[in-house]
Nanobody
Framework: QLELVESGGGLVQPGGSLRLSCAASGVTLNRNAIGWFRQAPGKEREGVSC????????YYPDSVKDRFTIGRDNAARTVYLQIDGLRPEDTAIYYC?????????????????WGQGTQVTVSS
């Protein structure tokens, strides 16, 4: 049974950086597509990035391109999301999730296992 656990969130000033981690157990990580999503209060869950089972990488909102970097460490069974140049609008709970078919999708409906989330707050 796959379990995902996020960590690395926190309170950061605008312009700062965070490295979020998604630790997986129960399955071989490199055979799965893992996506990062975020949800701000009062807003819908939004896909931000994904790494497929074949290590194809996708970033979804234009606002995160050039600031977010996703990566996978198979030995550590971890998928990372490096976030640089944090902005107040990046404030949200960040979740990692496993795609049910090994492919990346912007839609959270196609992900069947979720972590509990980690809070990112960007404020001065």
């Amino acid at each position: 049974q796959l379990e995902l656990v996020e960590s690395g969130g926190g309170l950061v000033q605008p312009g700062g950086s965070l490295r979020l981690s998604c630790a997986a157990s129960g399955v071989t990580l490199n055979r799965n597509a893992i996506g990062w999503f975020r949800q701000a209060p009062g807003k819908e869950r939004e896909g931000v990035s994904c790494i497929s089972a074949r290590d194809s990488i996708t970033y979804y909102p234009d606002s995160v391109k050039d600031r977010f970097t996703i990566g996978r460490d198979n030995a550590a069974r971890t998928v990372y999301l490096q976030i640089d140049g944090l902005r107040p609008e990046d404030t949200a709970i960040y979740y990692c999730a496993r795609s049910f078919n090994g492919l990346c999708s912007r839609s959270w409906l196609l992900y069947d296992r979720w972590g509990q989330g980690t809070q990112v707050t960007v404020s001065s």
